[in-house]
């Protein structure tokens, strides 16, 4: 029973020590453990192996402490066992630009031993080689819509060469294409010969993937074997694109990639199909990611569905190939989101007849180049590898991430930190690598744990174990039949001897043993860590905290009250007995407030850390300025004005306070924190009430006629207008009375028959 208990004990106290975080720079605290190899688990804890350390009763997890606690309690350092991190340079080659031992990345390969817990941190440096050797496939889509990009790239074979040689000196260059899967619905069986819209076209019969020209430094062939293509055509819109490029990736044997740096440019005018995409075809296998080229370089691809961008994506990294996406500016979009899944791959935008394909390669070279990511790869999952990057004009990074990352570098000097920490024990060395991405080369790191105990053999029958027990890192391991610390007492196998022997344990007859904070040995408690006292019934962890610390970290936790440091008082340590805070140039809390703890209290109506300011001084005084002016006596006013010194100024004078607008008045502190009171009469003033309400109706009846004689004006230049026009229309208005046929003269003329001009 005795044993049960002690064990519940233990898986406690472990529970309660899980998590346990180290920061690098500071200190962890300890959780103690009953054991040499579980203590060094623990960041911060050592384990001390002098065997007469302990003071009797104590528990043998005392044994596990912090380094420098071990110390103050007089364990010498020959009997301390505290691990620290090792780290072995297996191999370290200088960087080197040596075309026949090129190395761009140092150290190559290390071993590691870490504690759990306990991070490590070692650099890794990068400097980009000149002149590197480059291989650049370059992928075409040949469906019917790239007819005009064909046509362009039969005459490219020798720009490419050139622009890569101004880069470096070795140089190869091969060629390759797809279609779709030659079936339905992707490619049309009645027109597999000639697939073109058009029967005047003369194309050739679709495919997956062809490798027509392996890698080679011939431009003159590149461009032999492109001239003799022809285009083809498919029916749907979608091309088999990441099936072309999983070949041009896994088949490396027979696209020649060389341990170079390794581009592959693919050029597209339309999207891609991908993973599912087969299923319309009948074709449900995945792809297994292996290399399917027959003995003419074809992929017929109707054997497995198209890869998943995921896989592609795994496929491309472990290959270390660099994947530039030239496509057309309506497709952009759909390429530019596979590309961020996709590491180190870029984008560009391809002219509708590929004409740029050579400047769109040179920028895109140089933006992969030009960026460096650091990750690692393989790693177990009991260990945290994080980086911090120092890029050639950035100042180095103070996070840790989860890749190290530098922009705009070329051949500069580049340094990363790196750091690991465990988590768990590892069962065996595991290896893991870090690496850069589309950098063949990379670092070998083999780590292991540090979580037994060296202590040598153990001593059996040791005379610190009563001669019955053996001694393992200064504990004993009893036999059975024996209990207590160094296997002194004799278990004895009748029941009352037992009930004897634990009900010593328990406190004032209660039920509990030991106060449930230790266990029971020989009739005598044991107290767990943290619990002290006969029957571990003092609590020596749990007192009052300041600020979040017990006993403020200025004192000690002694049966669940503070023992407090000199200066130092209060229930949790948090009251500082000095003055420094306090001290003011006017005195201490400017001698309006007393110092309490370090800090000043201030007398009502001061604030502030030295009680140098007033809160509302004008409401403040007051009552000071009434007793004054009402002429009250001396000892109420000196009580109203708290003591402070009051003149009255023989001008007037518009102060900072007011007291019923006849008396002004401004409150200041002196030295000593004495209190300064001037006040003087009011200046003669004007009833501003008046003045404001006769400028307003003023300026209204002003602005008023203002406005009436600028509408009167507008008028009469409005009718002045109108009246000249309607002048001039009159003067423009001609009556023509001959052309009326109705008008007749006023005058008539008769003529007499009878008359005679003789009579």
């Known amino acids: 029973m005795l044993l049960v208990m002690r064990a519940v004990v233990i898986v406690t106290v472990f529970l309660h020590c899980v998590g346990q975080k180290y920061i690098i720079g500071q200190e962890p605290l300890c959780q103690q453990q009953p054991s040499c190899s579980e203590c060094i688990r623990r960041p911060g804890c050592a384990w001390c192996t002098k065997a007469n350390f302990l003071k009797p009763g104590e528990a043998n997890e005392r044994r596990c402490d912090s380094p420098d606690s071990l110390k103050d309690r007089k364990c010498n350092t020959e009997h301390v066992i505290n691990p620290k991190n090792s780290f072995i340079l297996k191999k370290d080659t200088d960087l080197s630009n040596d075309p026949e031992n090129v190395v761009q990345l140092k150290p190559q390969n290390i071993n590691i031993k870490l504690r759990v817990g306990v991070p490590h941190v070692f650099p890794i440096k990068f400097k980009r080689a000149q002149g590197y050797p480059i291989d650049l496939y370059y992928l075409m889509d040949l469906s019917y819509s790239m007819k005009d990009d064909l046509e362009q790239i039969k ?38 010969v000639n697939p073109c819209p058009h029967r005047t076209d003369n194309c050739q019969q679709a495919f997956s993937f062809e490798n027509f020209l392996p890698l080679t430094s011939n431009a003159k062939e590149f461009e032999r074997e492109v001239s003799k293509q022809n285009i083809s055509g498919n029916l749907d819109s979608p091309e088999a694109g990441l099936d072309a490029i999983m070949q041009a990736v896994v088949c490396k044997d027979k696209i020649k990639w060389g341990n170079v740096t390794q581009i592959l440019v693919y050029t597209s005018d339309d999207t891609f199909h991908m993973a599912g995409d087969g299923r319309l075809a009948g074709v449900f296998q995945p792809h297994d990611g292996k290399c399917h080229l027959n003995d003419k370089g074809s992929y017929d691809g109707r ?97 840790w991430k989860e890749k190290g990352e530098c922009q705009g570098i070329k051949h500069e000097n580049v340094a990363f930190q790196v750091r690991l920490e465990v988590s768990e024990c590892l069962k065996e060395p595991q290896t893991f690598r870090i690496k850069l991405q589309g950098i063949s080369e990379e670092v070998k790191v083999t780590v292991e744990t540090d979580c037994h105990c060296d202590c040598g053999l153990p001593e059996k029958f040791s005379k610190h174990c009563n001669g019955t027990g053996n001694l393992t890192c200064a504990v004993c391991r009893c036999p059975e039949g024996f209990l207590g610390q160094h296997c002194e007492c004799q278990q ?103 110092c309490v703890c370090n800090g000043c209290k201030c007398n009502n109506g001061f604030a502030g850390d030295h009680c140098s300011g007033f809160i509302d001084r004008c409401p403040l005084l007051k009552d000071c300025i009434t007793c ?69 109706v003023t300026s209204i009846i002003i602005i008023g006629i203002v406005i009436i004689i600028i509408y009167r004006a507008l008028l009469e ?11 001039r229309a009159q003067k423009q208005t001609e009556w023509k009375e001959d052309l009326n046929p109705l008008f007749k003269g006023a005058t008539t003329i008769v003529f007499n028959p009878l008359h005679t001009e003789d009579e």
């Open 628 to 696: 004054h002016v009402g002429g009250g006596n001396t000892s109420m006013c000196a009580e109203r004005c708290l003591n402070g010194e009051i003149s009255r100024l023989d001008s007037t004078n518009d102060l900072e306070c007011t007291y019923e607008d006849k008396i002004s008045y401004e409150v200041t502190l002196g030295p000593g924190g004495k209190i300064i009171i001037h006040y003087a009469d009011i200046p003669g003033s004007i009833d501003k009430t008046k003045i404001i309400i006769w400028s307003s």
């Open 717 to 727: 230049l409005y009718d002045m207008r109108e009246y000249q026009n309607f002048e």
């Open 303 to 399: 054997s497995y569905d198209y890869p998943s961008v995921g896989h592609l994506s795994r496929v491309l990294q472990d290959n270390n190939i660099q994947l530039i996406f030239a496509v057309t500016e309506d497709i952009y979009p759909a390429y530019k989101a596979l590309s961020s899944l996709i590491p180190q791959s870029v984008v560009g935008v391809l002219k509708k007849d590929s004409s740029n394909v050579v400047d769109l390669i040179s920028e895109a070279y140089g933006n992969l180049s030009s960026t460096l990511v650091l990750e690692e790869e393989g790693a177990p999952k009991e260990l945290s590898v994080r980086y911090r990057s120092n890029c050639i004009g950035s100042q180095e990074a103070t996070e």
């Open 492 to 594: 004895q196998m009748n029941m009352h001897s037992t009930l004897s022997m634990v009900a010593s344990c328990h406190p004032d007859n209660s039920s509990l043993i030991c106060s449930e904070h230790g266990s029971c040995e020989c009739g005598k408690c044991v107290c767990r860590s943290g619990y002290s006292g006969e029957f571990c019934s003092c609590d020596d962890i749990n007192c009052e905290r300041y600020q979040g610390k017990t006993c403020n970290e200025k004192g000690k936790c002694k049966c669940g009250a503070c023992e407090c440091m000199e200066n130092y008082t209060g229930s949790a340590c948090g009251c500082f007995l000095g003055q420094d805070n306090c001290k003011h140039e006017n005195g201490l809390c400017s001698g309006q407030g007393t």
């Open 155 to 192: 005459t490219l074979g020798q720009k490419i060469l050139k622009m890569l040689k101004d880069k470096t000196e070795t140089v190869r260059i091969g060629f390759g294409a797809f279609v779709d899967k030659e079936m339905l619905p992707y490619v049309s069986m009645v027109k597999r």
